[in-house]
């Protein structure tokens, strides 16, 4: 995940080795936000996943705080709208003492939650044959009791299975002045997709 530049988050997923030949995946994800909020700009996904293939992309307009899609749809969110990402960013750039615990609004293909990171203690965590210190995180969805209706016809692996109700996300970021997220984890019925930085 780059966040070297200000307000701009880029993040992109591949599969490696054996993966990689039998359901090669290779998706970006683009959010640009508010960096004195974290509320999302802009925002798009391009997915190449499989046979699946697939742009989206959504803008908010400010003044009336819509979030209008690429597919000609719009949503009415709250002015500090949150994205997965944007909470990402977060953990990376501000202080935990700021957003532990506390809740956002977060945007999810046209279905509104509230979010928050739970920071859960300072671990070595074992990455790439070494043991690196880390910010232990969990972040949990809890969906808004509405009848939102995901506005996204498909959606790719990562988006779908992030928001599942019996998910548990966790993330790991290095201790110290240069933050960064090493690790993140879902874990669904007892099968976790981990995903580790490699250093290019």
Not at 35 to 64: L, M
Not at 164 to 181: E, L, N
């Amino acid at each position: 995940m780059d966040t070297d530049s200000p307000g701009t988050i880029d993040f992109t997923t591949r599969t490696v080795g054996l993966v990689d030949i039998i359901w090669p995946v290779d998706n970006t994800y683009s959010t640009k936000y508010d960096p004195a909020t974290f509320a999302v700009v802009d925002y798009e996904r391009k997915i190449k996943q499989g046979s699946h293939k697939q742009t989206v992309s959504f803008t908010r307009q400010v003044d009336t705080n819509l979030l209008e899609y690429g597919n000609d749809e719009a949503v009415e969110r709250p002015a500090d709208v949150q994205t997965v990402f944007t909470m990402l960013a977060r953990a990376v750039l501000q202080d935990k003492a700021i957003f532990d615990t506390q809740w956002y609004p977060l945007e999810h293909e046209g279905r509104q939650y509230q979010t928050r990171l739970l920071w859960a203690g300072e671990v070595d965590e074992p990455i790439g044959g070494r043991d690196i210190t880390c910010d232990f995180y969990r972040l949990d969805l809890v969906p808004v009791q509405k009848a939102d209706v995901a506005i996204i016809d498909g959606s790719d692996y990562f988006s779908e299975h992030i928001i599942h109700p019996d998910a548990v996300r966790q993330i790991w970021v290095t201790d110290g002045d240069r933050k960064k997220i090493v690790k993140a984890a879902v874990k669904i019925y007892g099968i976790s997709v981990v995903a580790e930085l490699i250093d290019e």
